[in-house]
């Protein structure tokens, strides 16, 4: 299995830019994620799904959209990139929405807003 | 005030010592407890799951103190290998949508 995996690694955008960033599992999770990890914050919930076509907003979801079409694929769509968007993004996937199994993270995309 | 608090470190710890990691909750509903390891620029994975009864794995022992909405992470031999940041994360009783919090972090370095 290949776990989570996210492209791309690296990005640089100029302000007002939009993109998509790439996350997908081949364990069969029922449950995705997107967070954003800025230096001293600590992981922030952008956006989840529990299932495929079934999303919600975490706790900084503005400026980001999220679509869930299949079980593997989870994109994150930066709609009109801004410098406050800079930051390093992680997918993650578990078996369930429970929270009580373990969460696999992708490798990390850090994304760079000019 | 931040659902998950950690002292973010640096320590800074020879090898062979043993050293403790305190984390706090603000939400005494929360369920699920765990310690994420990270390595520099890498992603947070799995160290440990913590139990109400408290739990070891090797030189890792985690406690909960539901009472005190405090949890800790004890690291015993400390190796070269062990220098990493290291996440509480909580989720909340009743959420079925896997809300994790994740604390900022502490900072983790062993030297020879």
């Known amino acids: 299995n290949a776990g989570v995996t996210q492209t791309p690694k690296f990005q640089v955008l100029k302000t007002g830019q939009s993109m998509t960033l790439q996350c997908a599992q081949d364990?069969?999770?029922?449950?995705m994620s997107w967070y954003r990890q800025d230096p001293g914050m600590g992981l922030r919930l952008i956006h989840y799904?529990?299932?495929?076509?079934?999303?919600d907003q975490g706790e900084v979801p503005n400026g980001y959209n999220v679509s869930r079409s299949t079980t593997e694929d989870f994109p994150l769509r930066l709609l009109s990139a801004a410098p406050s968007q800079t930051s390093v993004y992680f997918c993650?996937?578990?078996?369930?929405?429970?929270?009580?199994?373990?969460?696999?993270f992708g490798p990390g995309t850090r994304l760079t807003v000019t | 005030r931040k659902e998950v608090e950690q002292d973010p470190g640096p320590f800074n710890v020879p090898e062979g010592a043993t050293v403790a990691f305190n984390c706090t909750y603000s939400?005494?509903?929360?369920?699920?407890f765990f310690w994420y390891r990270q390595d520099c620029r890498k992603e947070p994975k799995l160290l440990m799951s913590?139990?109400?009864s408290g739990n070891e794995d090797g030189r890792f022992t985690a406690q909960l103190n539901r009472a005190s909405q405090y949890i800790s992470l004890l690291i015993r031999d400390s190796k070269l290998s062990d220098s990493a940041t290291y996440l509480c994360?909580?989720?909340?009783?009743?959420?079925?949508?896997?809300?994790?919090?994740f604390g900022r972090g502490t900072q983790l370095t062993v030297w020879p």
């Open positions: 913590v139990y109400s």
């Open positions: 993650a996937s578990s078996y369930s929405g429970t929270g009580s199994h373990e969460q696999y």
């Open positions: 939400n005494s509903a929360s369920q699920s």
């Open positions: 799904s529990v299932g495929a076509g079934i999303t």
């Open positions: 364990m069969n999770h029922e449950y």
């Open positions: 994360v909580v989720n909340e009783r009743g959420s079925t949508l896997g809300r994790l919090y």
